[in-house]
């Protein structure tokens, strides 16, 4: 996987470890994660990597599956 720009958080862990106040800064964020859940009726999407696990709000009209691999943010 490639690396953001800098600045930008390119995995699970570094998104779940911020503080409320450093979330605050809307950080960029690029990162590859599987789908444990998805529901498009209500824009559910939620994905882990290597342990961590984190709700995204979906910007997508894609049927995903629980398994299928997604890139979060951009590359």
Do not use: C, W
């Amino acid at each position: 996987m490639g690396r953001g720009a800098p600045g930008t958080l390119t995995s699970l862990h570094q998104i779940t470890a911020l503080s409320n106040a450093e979330a605050s800064y809307k950080l960029p964020v690029t990162f590859e994660a599987t789908v444990t859940f998805y529901n498009k009726l209500v824009s559910t999407l939620f994905v882990q990597d290597e342990g961590s696990g984190i709700y995204v709000f979906p910007k997508t009209d894609a049927m995903l599956l629980p398994g299928d691999r997604v890139q979060i943010g951009r590359a």
